[in-house]
């Protein structure tokens, strides 16, 4: 996919936001072994440590971070708060733990942003143009949103990690059920 391509697909703005597995199926989430257990609580080290600068948002934005979206929440499962999403990344279709896509937050009442976990996106296309099989990050499987889709997107795979605020329902679901967006204005951003 060209970098102008993936513009035109970034400005539907909802596609990354909107993986709709149950917390129960998202990600591989049932009991599994210890072995992927492990491998589960090492990712969401790995990601806390390779976004510990971005708890200050200033950081992530200095790093090619930006907002899109606004504030996504969902009707009955919670949010899952604001997307930064860096375009470098999201068009390169390696993954790499320690550098995800986007970085998340909570928007605060003081109108501050609380980093709350990252989202790793890869196009289905372009990690199929080298690749077999589902994307997996360390042991974790993707979430696969195909095409066509209600937002005119290419299928693509993502997967949430909550390394920076606990979530009752999973460390890999797509929603967050204590996430809100309450607290976020979209003017004075």
């Not at 998202?26 to 969401?44: K, R, T, Y």
């Not at 990344?89 to 995800?100: E, F, K, N, W």
């Not at 372009?126 to 990050?137: E, F, K, L, V």
Request: proline share 7%.
């Amino acid at each position: 996919m060209s970098i102008k391509g993936l513009g035109v697909c970034l400005s539907l703005t909802t596609v990354f936001l909107v993986a709709a597995a149950t917390p129960q199926q998202a990600f591989g989430e049932h009991p599994g072994s210890h072995s992927q257990q492990q491998h589960s609580g090492d990712l969401v080290r790995i990601v806390r440590d390779s976004t510990r600068r971005f708890l200050d948002v200033r950081k992530a934005e200095a790093e090619g971070y930006g907002l899109l979206f606004g504030c996504v929440s969902g009707p009955d499962d919670g949010a899952m708060g604001l997307h930064y999403v860096n375009m470098a990344l999201v068009a390169d279709p390696t993954l790499d733990p320690t550098r995800p896509e986007i970085v998340i937050y909570e928007p605060l009442p003081n109108g501050g942003r609380r980093l709350i976990g990252a989202d790793f996106l890869v196009f289905s296309a372009d990690w199929h143009a080298s690749n077999t099989g589902t994307p997996q990050i360390m042991g974790q499987l993707m979430h696969l949103i195909e095409s066509p889709n209600r937002y005119g997107l290419p299928a693509f795979y993502t997967l949430h990690v909550w390394a920076w605020k606990p979530s009752p329902t999973g460390v890999f679901v797509n929603w967050h059920s204590d996430v809100s967006c309450e607290n976020y204005s979209a003017t004075g951003q």
